[in-house]
């Protein structure tokens, strides 16, 4: 029963270097999500999924990229960090429908030098 | 624009003593409305949410919200905090037409003291 997990759990970038963060749900959801935490910033919608195949922007999607080729997993990729991406990220998803609750992962802490 | 704004960063309190956590969303025909805890170095789960009906919706833990349409807010309350209640609390919203989406207001931190 391991819901959202995210990997890897802390990762240390150098400043132009690529990632790729994953996201993988095991109930079968439709919706998904990327949110970063910033302090006193809250979480910040980067990009979301609505279905396979399909993804769409959030309210900071720059420097950010993303794949749903599988209906369980989300890739979140940087292709060249930068300190300013340094942040704690955070994996959701939900099923389809007006107010299904949204599980999340552990998150993500990432670091850019 | 779409939004939720939670006015107080960090909340200190004393165990035992009530609380209320501040919530507005800006106005809109419908909204679905929620609250969700982070313990530290974890994911954030979900409180409680109002969706329709009862504008008193109660949650896990003792914690109840309350929808307020004329105000637009949804504060969250509890009677007597407990130690184990220090977290960040976020308040977030989703809005009818445009229900893909969940946004999250900037969190308050609730500090519980002995």
């Known amino acids: 029963n391991a819901g959202v997990t995210q990997t890897p759990k802390f990762r240390v970038l150098k400043t132009g270097q690529s990632m790729t963060l994953l996201c993988a749900q095991d109930?079968?959801?439709?919706?998904m999500y990327w949110y970063r935490q910033d302090p006193g910033m809250g979480l910040r919608l980067i990009h979301y999924s609505v279905g396979e195949g399909t993804t769409a922007k959030g309210e900071v999607p720059d420097g950010y990229n993303v794949s749903r080729l599988k209906k369980q997993n989300f890739l979140l990729g940087l292709e060249s960090a930068a300190p300013s991406q340094t942040s704690v990220y955070f994996c959701a998803s939900r099923p389809r429908g007006v107010g299904t609750e949204a599980f999340f992962g552990q998150g993500t802490r990432l670091t850019v030098v | 624009a779409q939004s939720v704004t939670q006015l107080d960063s960090q909340v200190p309190v004393f165990e035992e003593a009530p609380v209320e956590l501040r919530c507005n969303y800006s106005?809109?025909?419908?909204?679905?409305l929620f609250w969700y805890v982070q313990y530290p170095n974890q994911g954030l789960q979900l409180l409680l949410k109002y969706l329709s009906g009862s504008t008193l919706v109660k949650g896990i833990n003792g914690f109840e919200a309350e929808f307020n349409k004329s105000q637009t807010s949804f504060h969250l309350r509890k009677p007597s905090v407990h130690i184990s209640d220090t977290a960040e609390y976020f308040c977030?919203?989703?809005?009818?037409?445009?229900?893909?989406?969940?946004?999250f207001g900037t969190g308050t931190l609730l500090a519980v003291q002995p």
């Open positions: 106005s809109s025909v419908s909204v679905y």
């Open positions: 977030a919203v989703m809005y009818g037409g445009a229900t893909n989406k969940l946004i």
């Open positions: 109930m079968n959801h439709e919706y």
